[in-house]
């Protein structure tokens, strides 16, 4: 099971091409599966704050000041997401 803590950083893996086409249509593709995964405008930005090396809690915080959410939402969601991506094998961590 992965443990994310607030300084956790994550890293696209190599076989994961995130793909933005002209704003409009977001997606990982994964060169060993295969498989595309599309990503909704929201999970683009959390993809992009992962390429660019945030921590955890970074993500977090960058979310709930442009959004004006909760941190305890955001953050168990955030969670929820990233093992998502995890167990797909398109992240690792740092």
């Known amino acids: 099971m992965l ?3 607030e300084d956790s950083i994550f890293e696209m893996k190599k076989n994961a091409s995130v793909r933005n086409i ?3 249509t977001f997606f990982i593709l ?3 599966s295969g498989k595309q995964y599309n ?3 929201m999970e683009y930005e959390i993809v992009d704050m992962i390429k660019k090396g ?4 970074e993500t977090v ?3 709930a000041s442009e959004y004006n959410a909760e ?3 955001i953050s168990a969601d955030l969670a929820e997401y990233v093992i998502s991506l995890y167990e797909a094998g398109l992240i690792i961590v740092k």
């Open 39 to 41: 990503l909704s405008e």
């Open 61 to 63: 915080d960058k979310i």
């Open 22 to 24: 002209l704003g409009e």
């Open 30 to 32: 994964d060169s060993e």
């Open 71 to 73: 941190k305890e939402q």
């Open 3 to 5: 443990e994310i803590r």
């Open 54 to 57: 945030y921590k955890f809690d």
